[in-house]
């Protein structure tokens, strides 16, 4: 699984802290952002790409970013192309999916 740290801004607001990657299990681009400082639960406002094969490609999980409101800044070109390597080689299905445990 690759992390990439990132600026993410909505509604004014701007989380340098937020990450993007690849995770290779799930075969699917992830987004996490805005966690509460003060807040006991440590959960992000924002976290997409947590189902197998949500966001096959980094064009669609920005597409769906942006149409949640959110905006993705800071992204090093060397990190687009590390998580575009990551995410086109092909990944035989887990074992966990072959037992029918993950849909």
Known sequence: ??????????????????VIGYDKPLRTFFLQGFFEEDSEVDEPEIWIGTC????????SIV????????????????DVIAMLAEAGHKH????WERNGLIF
């Open 1 to 18: 699984m690759s992390r990439y740290y990132i600026n993410l801004h909505n509604k004014g607001r701007t989380d340098a802290g937020a």
């Open 52 to 59: 197998l094969e949500e966001f096959p490609t980094l064009e």
């Open 63 to 78: 597409e769906e970013a942006r149409s949640s409101g959110y905006e993705i800044g800071g992204l090093k070109h060397a």
């Open 92 to 95: 035989e299905p887990t074992i």
